[in-house]
């Protein structure tokens, strides 16, 4: 009766967690190996101010994490700083183009949907973020992902979405080295 009871409190917690998160993606492709690697511009859609940057450090330092030891920024001129960066379209292709010049094989790039804390009593992060792996050599994306997360009261932002990226990431199946 008590194992029962363990495994009923167990499977509740389990259903109850994962409701505050979702994650969907396409079929990660077999890698080329030894292939080179970029992080491009991460559009901005949230309301937050520079969440598409902050975004990108945390890709990016979690593409390194999961193997990717050599990974490629674009150049800062592709991305104006200012307050409320959009990372246009034009910024996109213009980053993709520095890409293809630089012998980039695959190429991540993305958008911040959600990027702040909801209104209420608790306050609890909320994060949306999609990313896309681009094969640079025929401009097709390869794999992509969707992801949403809320996170606890005295979580913060940062917290939140370094665990979607890297659920995302894993998602992926990056080759390591």
């Known amino acids: 009766m008590k194992r029962t009871v363990q495994t009923l409190l167990t499977l509740a917690a389990t259903v109850w967690l994962g409701a505050c998160a979702t994650l969907d993606s396409s079929r990660a492709p077999q890698w080329q190996p030894d292939a080179k690697w970029a992080l491009l511009p991460m559009a901005n859609h949230s309301d937050t101010p520079q969440a598409g940057l902050a975004a990108e450090s945390i890709v990016f330092a979690l593409m390194q994490a999961q193997g990717l030891q050599q990974v490629a920024r674009y150049p800062a001129e592709l991305n104006p700083e200012a307050l409320f960066e959009t990372a246009d379209r034009k910024s996109q292709t213009a980053a993709l183009d520095w890409a293809k010049q630089a012998g980039v094989r695959y190429a991540v790039q993305g958008s911040v949907e959600e990027w702040r804390y909801k209104v209420g009593v608790d306050g609890e992060p909320a994060v949306g973020v999609s990313l896309n792996i681009i094969d640079v050599t025929s401009g097709n994306v390869v794999w992509s992902g969707v992801a949403g997360k809320s996170g606890w ?12 990226i890297d659920d995302l990431l894993d998602d992926a199946d990056l080759p390591s080295r």
């Open 153 to 164: 009261s005295r979580s913060s932002i940062a917290v939140t979405a370094q665990k979607l």
